[in-house]
């Protein structure tokens, strides 16, 4: 370090008058630029500082998560807050009105991230996460549409109620030897279960691919916003690249029995599966193999590390409101009593319903979304430039507005019908969660198959504000020996047409 200062210092001491008269002239330009920049904005951040500002907050981003400097710089500046990540001008909303101009406009369909990040996990101009193509992200979301509604949406049910009961019956598998089970992966082992029963229906190893697929995700919240720098430093980036790669090769593999299966077929069912779709649209040059592959790939993760980790934070609620719990058990026991749990008319669950939006709600998984504007536009005066990042923080605004008890875990939160506009779970507009239908039969159909048979008690002292969490891309528990481990304590009595 002193001996690049000394050469610095030396090479200085050699520019002539004319150069350094050029030098000073354009940092004094930069310094105007800079003022004028300080000036012309008047949205709330931090302030530009010949550069520093834009540094300090790509760092705050880079250290403690997105999710967490987008809190921070909210409740610091207000609803409207203007940053940078990786130079980038980037606005943060969390007004409810703001929000939902930007999700029902199709100006804000693009998504923003480093390009070669999203090229080391596969989605950059491929599947629909953080597929930019618009076009493409188009094609792909028909593929999607169409495997996560109809025959599948009528399926899931029973497919969730049969693979949670199988999983509770292997329960002494996974118990240690205190008695206590690691809820959050019985519950990823559940929902890959079913995400490969309903969309790939091949043979796989569970716990091989949930880790890979882990392995993936913290490639994936860790790439997402990296300067190009990052990639170029081997033991930084190599670890990561190897991650993203293993569950892409695995997919790769699946697929290529799921070929052989269908190959072997003398007859497919009239209601083709999601992996089948795409292979088919792959032989008729619609689609590559690379798409086929990251499609699959997306559609297998999205529920493990998101639908299990928002299951897993309802548990731990539940328990820490006993009357919630009571409620739901004679909600499930009246229901249960006149029908199996396979054919339940959902729409009867109505403490159910409350139960899951208020958790979704009060400990969201995923409490932000990330949009690029496609052209200039005004959101509440707000002067959005064509190319500027956009960051709704969701989460925030579900407590800070419309609620009676924002700040509170309370089922009295949705006692009366809330307005789209004000509760936006799964988001709503062009780009939507196009899952966002199955993932509520998915939790409804396993929350009662569990709660059917057993009540949870996590370990003394545990509850969703003690567990150590980090909020990046999603809001996710810390995982070391036992923070996340519960006894499963069978119920005494179990409604009458309980088949589990």
């Known amino acids: 370090m002193l001996t690049t200062g000394s050469v610095v210092v030396h090479s200085l001491c050699e520019v002539t008058p004319a150069v350094l008269l050029v030098l000073l002239l354009l940092l004094l330009l930069l310094l105007i630029t800079t003022r004028s920049q300080t000036r012309s904005s008047h949205i709330p951040g931090p302030s530009f500082v010949a550069g520093l500002g834009p540094i300090l907050s790509y760092g705050r981003f880079i250290w403690t998560g997105i999710g967490t400097a987008c809190n921070y710089y909210n409740n610091r500046y207000g609803s409207t807050v203007r940053i940078w990540i990786n130079g980038e001008e980037t606005i943060i909303f969390s007004r409810s009105s703001a929000v939902y101009h930007v999700l029902k406009s199709p100006n804000y369909t693009s998504r923003f991230g480093s390009k070669r990040g999203l090229e080391c996990i596969g989605m950059e101009g491929r599947g629909i996460i953080f597929n930019s193509n618009i076009a493409l992200w188009k094609k792909m979301r028909t593929y999607f549409s169409k495997a996560l509604s109809g025959p599948s949406l009528r399926r899931t049910v029973g497919i969730c109620v049969s693979s949670t009961a199988e999983h509770l019956d292997r329960l002494q598998d996974m118990t240690d030897p205190s008695g206590h089970v690691d809820a959050l992966n019985l519950l990823r082992a559940i929902v890959v279960d079913i995400s490969n029963r309903l969309f790939l229906r091949v043979p796989l190893n569970e716990k091989e691919l949930l880790m890979k697929i882990h392995n993936y995700f913290e490639t994936w919240q860790t790439v997402l916003i990296q300067p190009d720098i990052f990639f170029k430093i081997g033991w930084l980036y190599n670890k990561h690249k190897k991650a993203a790669q293993e569950l892409q090769d695995a997919m790769g593999s699946l697929l290529e029995i799921k070929r052989s299966i269908i190959n072997r077929s003398e007859k497919l069912d009239d209601d083709l599966d999601f992996a089948t779709e795409l292979i088919f649209a792959q032989n008729h040059g619609e689609l590559s193999a690379d798409d086929v592959r990251q499609c699959v790939l997306e559609m297998v993760i999205a529920a493990p590390d998101t639908l299990s980790i928002s299951l897993f934070f309802m548990l731990m609620l539940l328990k820490q409101n006993p009357k919630v719990e009571l409620q739901l058990v004679e909600e499930m026991s009246a229901v249960l009593d006149q029908t199996a749990v396979e054919n339940i008319d959902y729409e009867r669950l109505k403490v159910m319903e409350k139960f899951i939006n208020e958790s979704m709600r009060f400990h969201p ?26 960051i709704l923080n969701i989460g925030l605004m579900h407590k800070t507005e419309f609620f009676p008890k924002p700040r509170e875990f309370s089922l009295t939160n949705f006692d009366s019908p809330v307005p789209s506009r004000f509760f936006q779970p799964f988001g709503c507009g062009p780009r939507s969660c196009v899952g966002k239908h199955i993932a509520m039969v998915m939790m409804k159909a396993i929350l009662i198959t569990l709660l059917c048979r057993y009540t949870v008690c996590p370990r003394e002292g545990c509850t969703v504000s003690s567990i150590r969490q980090t909020n990046n891309l999603s809001q996710q528990p810390v995982e070391d020996e036992h923070s996340l481990s519960m006894r499963f304590i069978p119920r005494t009595t179990q409604p009458k047409h309980d088949r589990l």
Do not use: P, Q, S
């Open 365 to 390: 998984v995923v409490d932000f979304t990330m949009r690029r504007a496609l052209e200039d536009d005004d959101v509440e005066g707000t002067k959005i430039k064509k190319g500027t990042n956009i």
